[in-house]
């Protein structure tokens, strides 16, 4: 692969960052994940934003405007020939002498690569997943983008050993959202149900852009948190991610979803989404 590093595009054996940068010793950085289909980004626009929001929320400056990071974005595609897959960026405080305060001039270190990756054709969708339910002991500004996750690392891996496919986390008994997407679920009265947004979860692009697709196809829309009884006795569950896009959960904690099949509703969610972002992709 030919990546991004700090404005050279270098082959990715050849990409070194220092042993003194703050995204290694703090994970003082941000990131982005855009999925790409057919060469093209997906709800970028979205991703730029939330980009820029997570780092004023940590007084990062990222060293590219926005049209120049496009510019990358593109490039890489290009450079990869990737037709499907992701495109992962980072944005670290970059490197200075090891303390906690953040240094006065800071060199900020850009990263970028790509994974090919099959996002369309996920045999998940035809089988939804399994998730289990564990308490989501997280920082507490879930909101922002950053790359502190080794909770949600230990999540994957407690519920790979329960042998479930993901974990959703729990907070006071209401679900926050899973270990690296948002959660929903239908209620037995068709009513799709998300947590609001807040410091709690991350302000998932996808979500945002599954619950407009909702309300457009006159799917009633509830934004509150949910318990964990309401999640194990729900008509349908789904997740939602840029990698996902809306992928079933059929069993929650053990318990079937519905019929344990993946809901009729989620999967038309699903392909509705995949067909409009495709079609607005750039
Ligand atoms: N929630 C968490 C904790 C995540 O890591 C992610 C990332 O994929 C999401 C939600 C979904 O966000 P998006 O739809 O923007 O990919």
Redesign the pocket.
Known sequence: RTVYLNGAWLAEADAHVSIFDRGFLFADAIY??T?VVNGKLL?YE??SA?LQRSMGELGLVCPLSPEELLGVHREIVQRNALSEGLIYLQISRGPADRDFAFPANPVPTLVLFTQAKAVLDNPKARTGISVALLPDL?WAR?DI?TVQ?LY?SMAKMEAARQGADDAW?VEEGFVT???????HIITSDGVLVTRPLSQA?????????VLDLATTIGVAVEERPFSVEEAKTAAEAF??????FVLPVTQIDGQLIGDGQPGPLTLRLRELYIERKIASAI
């Open positions: 982005e994940v999925g709800e979205g991703h939330r997280r879930c983008k996750l949600p986390l959202e899973a270990s690296s997407a948002s959660a979860i991350l302000h998932g692009i996808t979500r945002h852009s997740i939602t991610s840029a990698t996902n």
